[in-house]
Nanobody, 121 residues
Framework: QVQLVESGGGLVQAGGSLRLSCAAS????????MGWYRQAPGKQRELVAV???????NYADSVKGRFAISRDNAENTVYLQMNSLKPEDTAVYYC???????????????WGQGTQVTVSS
C-alpha cells in the first residue's frame, strides 16, 4: 500500500538548479532509508544519493559538492537539491525507499515513477 510520488523535474539550463521531491504515503511503520537513483539513455541505473534514517548521506562522486539530499521533519518526504547542473546530469531520476510497513513485518523496497531532468548546454 506504499506509494512514492515524485515531483520537481523539468528542463533547466546548465548551471541552474532544481529540487526534486518524493513523498511516501500509505502504511508506514518505519523508513530505513530514502534515496535517489538516475538512469540516462544508454546507461545503467546508478545511485545518486542515499540518506539512511539516523545516518549520514552518501553521494555518487559525480554529484558531490553539487547535490544535497534531505528529509522533512516527518521523514516521509525526501528532497534532492541539485545545483550547478551539467548536461551529463540529464536522466530520469527515481526515488527509492526501504520501508517497514508494519512492526511485525519485514522491509520492502519501493520506487517512484521517475521524473525527467533535462539539462541543456
Amino acid at each position: 500500500q506504499v506509494q512514492l510520488v515524485e515531483s520537481g523535474g523539468g528542463l533547466v539550463q546548465a548551471g541552474g538548479s532544481l529540487r526534486l521531491s518524493c513523498a511516501a504515503s500509505g502504511t508506514i511503520y518505519s523508513i530505513k532509508f530514502m534515496g535517489w537513483y538516475r538512469q540516462a539513455p544508454g546507461k545503467q541505473r546508478e545511485l545518486v544519493a542515499v540518506l539512511p534514517t539516523g545516518g549520514t548521506s552518501n553521494y555518487a562522486d559525480s554529484v558531490k559538492g553539487r547535490f544535497a539530499i534531505s528529509r522533512d521533519n516527518a521523514e516521509n518526504t525526501v528532497y534532492l537539491q541539485m545545483n550547478s547542473l551539467k548536461p551529463e546530469d540529464t536522466a530520469v531520476y527515481y526515488c527509492n525507499a526501504r520501508i517497514q510497513a508494519i512492526w511485525w513485518g519485514g522491509t520492502s523496497d519501493y520506487w517512484g515513477q521517475g521524473t525527467q531532468v533535462t539539462v541543456s548546454s
